[in-house]
């Protein structure tokens, strides 16, 4: 199997992903003003990310002589190791229904208020669910702090939304009043 092993390998692998998790939204917002609907966006990348993972799977992760401490992918499928199995399934279909919720936020709030909103809710959630899990290992007076942030992100998105929604309702009754005088 192939693991990343020094710090530039690790940095390297992390400016990748903020590269691609940087593109998508310009790409997702392209693909919808040439009518492309965001539920087929979404299909779209639920089948790619599967398609992805089996790849990755199959490639990355059968790479070099399996060890006892660094097995291949497919002895680490055949273990009898059905607890670790369970959670991987189970977190699968949690980014399923989040991906399912994302989808239809963006439908009714758009793509600026829906990733600040959900992007927050992954850190606060899953930052908070790792220090529990974890024992407490990290120092919560530094991570939560952090967290702080992520809430406050929240309430401002959605103080927003708010705001820009009263402004469109107030400028198209401006509009329907135009149309009456005129009329």
């Known amino acids: 199997m192939y693991m990343v092993e020094s710090k530039a390998g690790a940095v ?9 998790l940087g593109t998508w939204p310009a ?9 492309r609907l965001p539920q087929h966006t979404y299909l779209d990348y639920t089948l790619t990310n599967f398609l992805a993972a089996v790849v990755i799977a199959f490639t990355l992760g059968e790479i070099g002589k399996g060890t006892p401490t660094e097995p291949n992918f497919l002895d680490q499928l055949f273990q009898d190791n059905w607890p670790s199995i369970l959670f991987a399934i189970s977190g699968g279909v949690l980014l399923g229904i989040g991906n399912l919720a994302t989808q239809y936020a963006l439908a009714l709030a758009g793509l600026s208020v829906t990733l600040v909103i959900t992007a927050s809710m992954t850190v606060i959630i899953g930052t908070s669910l790792n220090y529990f899990l974890d024992d407490e290992i990290n120092k919560a007076e530094i991570l939560f702090p952090g967290v702080g942030c992520f809430i406050i992100a929240v309430f401002l998105a959605s103080a927003v939304h708010a705001s820009n929604e009263d402004d469109n309702r107030l400028k198209l009754s401006l509009i329907g009043d135009e149309k009456v005088e005129a009329g």
């Open 12 to 20: 390297a692998c992390m400016l990748l992903s903020l590269f691609f």
């Open 27 to 35: 790409i997702f917002t392209h693909l919808e003003r040439r009518g």
